[in-house]
């Protein structure tokens, strides 16, 4: 029997690449048949870009994804050398004597997060808003991203606690006082439980070592009370007049696209939102329709989608909550048929992939200048290209001819929907996966964490 070589004649070289060709033979070769080889090649493609790589633990790799633990050598490694150097961790100076930067790269900030004080780790209290459940049944953008990014801190070791709706859901502690979303119960004033809320939540904010909030102003008015640094994410501004209590505050802003920074603010990091990848599993075949997932009102564009849909002779699929009840009566409605225009309503997590995997466009003709866009990069997920006007953050999410097009007016984002829709959908699955994972926005909010506990 002669062992598998590679050039530098170690047998454990070959292994590994033997090992992986074993795993995507039984997990994807063996259980599915492909009637095309295109068919072949993105299922491959999805399996090793999209699960392989990004989502399968590896012993090897300490129970980490070759994207994550490749992602935390090179991103903690600077966070290390500043942390090492930091007076603020000489009582982990013991613990690195003899070892080099390069190695601590794989634990990185969880020496310095994960470890960092004598109860096992820098505590994060991470505030979502409480409009909706975190994470939301169906919409709740805020929610959803305060709810990705505290399960992702939890399985890189931080010590979360979320304070939420008192029926919202984690794997860490959750705490609140609000005992369920006030926009889901009219019986809820949301002034008084969001004040309610903020209180109880700084009331703590003592026995934490950062607080990251994800609400509007109202937890910046307080922050001179708060006992902890504060990272506010700007998830939008809901009105200029509220810039005053950003400006006058305490606190590290994060924006969520370049496009969405006030001149009057200072910001410590730009993160794009993160996806979770795995709830919106890749569709290589797509479909005839056109979808517009969003909250009905002027500024999403609702009307204008229904517009394009014709121009383009498509059905079209709307789905989202109402938010302007008038809008919706004259300008939506009495255009829902069932076949040429259907309404399927606000959807839940399962359901959007597949509404979202099953179209062959998602329009999003928008009327105001959006800060991010999730239901964008949840539909580039799904290998569902975009067309959207040029507006907000869009030239930012979208990568044009890959992931969709930025278009300017109904009539030419109705000529665009057929080159659209001819896009690569893996290509378009892929580049969703590269720039817009849980993980990649996890990693980058360690880094806002690192440079402030610095």
Known sequence: MRRSVGSAGVC?????????FATLECELLDRTSFATHDQARAALFDFIEGFYNRRRLHSTNGYLSPHDHETR????????????QSPTCERNRGSFSGRSVETLGFEGLSMVIGQGDEEGGVKVAMLAP??????????????????HLAEGLLARGVDVTLFATLDSRTAG??????????????????????????????????????V??????LPLAFAAHVRAPMVTTVHGFSDPRILPA???????????????????????????????LAALPFSAAGGEDLVVLGRIHPDKGTAAAIEIAR????RLVICGIIQDEHYFAEQVLPHVDGDAVSYLGPVGPSRRAEVLGCAA?????????EPFGLAVVEAMACGTPVVTYPRGAMPEIVDEGVTGFLIDGPAAAAAAVDRAASLDRAACRAMASRRFSTARMVTDYLAVYGRILG
Request: net charge negative.
């Open 12 to 20: 454990y070289d070959c292994a590994v690449t033997e090992s992986f």
């Open 361 to 369: 466009a998602l329009l999003h003709p928008i009327a105001f200048d």
């Open 73 to 84: 050598f090179h991103e903690y490694n600077n966070e290390c050398r500043v942390a090492i």
């Open 311 to 314: 121009m383009a002779g498509r």
């Open 173 to 210: 502690k959750l705490d609140g006082v609000c005992p369920h979303g006030y926009a889901e119960d009219p019986a809820l004033d949301g002034r008084v439980w969001e004040a309610l809320h903020v209180s109880h939540a700084l009331a703590r904010s003592g026995e934490f070592d950062l």
């Open 212 to 217: 990251h909030s994800h609400l509007d102003w």
């Open 130 to 147: 409480v409009a909706w459940r975190t994470p939301p049944r169906h919409y709740g953008p805020w929610e959803q991203i305060a709810s």
């Open 246 to 276: 950003y400006s006058r505050a305490a606190s590290a802003y994060v924006s969520i696209s370049d496009a969405d920074r006030s001149p009057e603010l200072d910001y410590v990091a730009t993160v794009h939102h993160g996806i979770d």
